[in-house]
Nanobody, 121 residues
Framework: QVQLVESGGGLVQGGGSLRLSCAAS????????MGWYRQAPGKQRELVAT???????NYADSVKGRFTISRDNAKNTVYLQMNSLKPEDTADYYC???????????????WGQGTQVTVSS
């Protein structure tokens, strides 16, 4: 099938930067939209940013101007560059992708296992 594996989370001081990566692996034919979501303790999962296969991006208002999403289609990888981090950015960050894989028949939505980001004040 398909696996999404995130990396790059960790502990950072407020105002600092982190770069998250998410690599998709498996018998992949094509990946449509890819994105990042986050879930803080006691809160619902929310959209952070998405990017289409053509490079069109969408951001949550709370991260506009600070976060940048990008992707490398040849590597089936999506990135999230996070700058000017704030304590309220603390959450588990999840990668998401619509993937068409051999045997799947159509695009199927997959989630990664999550990576923790903690921003200290």
């Amino acid at each position: 099938q398909v696996q999404l594996v995130e990396s790059g989370g960790g502990l950072v001081q407020g105002g600092g930067s982190l770069r998250l990566s998410c690599a998709a692996s498996g018998s992949i034919i094509s990946i449509r939209a890819m994105g990042w979501y986050r879930q803080a303790p006691g809160k619902q999962r929310e959209l952070v940013a998405t990017i289409t296969s053509g490079g069109s991006t969408n951001y949550a208002d709370s991260v506009k101007g600070r976060f940048t999403i990008s992707r490398d289609n040849a590597k089936n990888t999506v990135y999230l560059q996070m700058n000017s981090l704030k304590p309220e950015d603390t959450a588990d960050y999840y990668c998401n992708a619509d993937v068409w894989y051999y045997g799947g028949g159509t695009y199927i939505n997959f989630w990664g296992q999550g990576t923790q980001v903690t921003v200290s004040s």
